[in-house]
């Protein structure tokens, strides 16, 4: 009764659902494991973060050639470099909040050397981005200790890069932007100092884009279940495509004809003609001619 399975229609079907069913459940485990290795960060960075906050003493600041090239788990770390300010390359920041608050970041270029400099954000002010509100940075070598921070993009948190700055402010902390303002290499890494000058207050860390629980990891979660989704819809279809086949199979084996459909065409009577209908004596009334028989 299962002969079918072997005509080549039936092959095609069964290779097909071989091939897609390991392919959906492949598909859904790795995006549940990129939305669980999402979570591990997330948490590993909250344990981080709640270990510098609380009451036991913070790790040691860290040269900053030894936390480079940055991962997701160097972000946020203490970070130092020694060097002296650019007095003549300070920008301005602007559009950023703070505890609800909306102000600007001050940032600052720190020569470090021969090497390339380091966007330094000395801190933050309430208000509208106003270069005579920014106190001097210190005159000097100067060691900066603070959180090394990934340079920004336009999709990270906080960024409002829309229209055209003022000379002496930029929307997005990065190299890209900052090489065209500035006569020298710059790292394409920046560090938030810890202790900055009143009024000014310190900008906290930010977790880099693409890491922690943020709507992409969501999408992750949603991917899975619609991979699984797919794989189930597959055995489904072909349960039902199977059962179809096996129940016309038995009818046949057991003499049944077909059960027609929606399209097919009436059964002919013993002489080969079609079975008369009730339209047909009428017809056969209007032109005088007798009505065939049954």
Not at 255 to 274: A, N
Request: glycine share 12%; net charge negative; proline share 11%.
């Amino acid at each position: 009764m299962y002969r079918f399975l072997l005509t080549p229609r039936w092959w095609a079907i069964n290779v097909f659902v071989l091939l897609s069913i390991p392919f959906c459940l492949f598909m859904g485990s790795w995006q549940l494991g990129r939305f669980e290795d999402r979570v591990d960060t997330h948490q590993a960075r909250q344990e981080r973060s709640e270990a510098r906050s609380g009451d036991r003493a913070r790790p040691a600041a860290r040269p900053l050639e030894e936390l480079l090239p940055l991962t997701e788990e160097t972000v946020g770390e203490r970070a130092r470099a020694t060097g002296r300010y650019d007095t003549g390359r300070e920008f301005l920041v602007p559009g950023r909040r703070i505890d609800d608050r909306e102000g600007f970041y001050v940032l600052t270029m720190l020569r470090t050397g021969d090497g390339p400099a380091l966007p330094v954000v000395r801190g933050w002010l309430p208000g509208a981005a106003d270069p005579a509100r920014v106190p001097a940075p210190p005159g000097g070598e100067v060691t900066v200790t603070g959180a090394v921070q990934a340079p920004e993009t336009q999709s990270s948190r906080g960024v409002s890069a829309g229209g055209a700055l003022p000379d002496g402010q930029l929307g997005i902390i990065s190299a890209a932007t900052l090489v065209n303002m500035v006569p020298y290499e710059v790292r394409d890494v920046w560090i938030t100092v810890e202790r900055p000058r009143e009024p000014m207050a310190a900008v906290p860390p930010v977790a880099p884009a693409g890491a922690g629980l943020d709507l992409k990891a969501f999408q992750n979660l949603g991917y899975t279940a619609q991979w699984f989704v797919f794989a189930g819809f597959v055995i489904f279809m072909w349960y039902r495509l199977f059962r179809r086949e096996a129940e016309t199979a038995h009818d046949l084996a057991l003499g049944l004809p077909p059960e027609p459909g929606p399209g097919s065409e009436p059964e002919p009577g013993p002489g080969g003609d079609s079975a008369p209908g009730p339209g047909d004596e009428v017809l056969a009334r209007l032109d005088g001619r007798t009505p065939p028989g049954p």
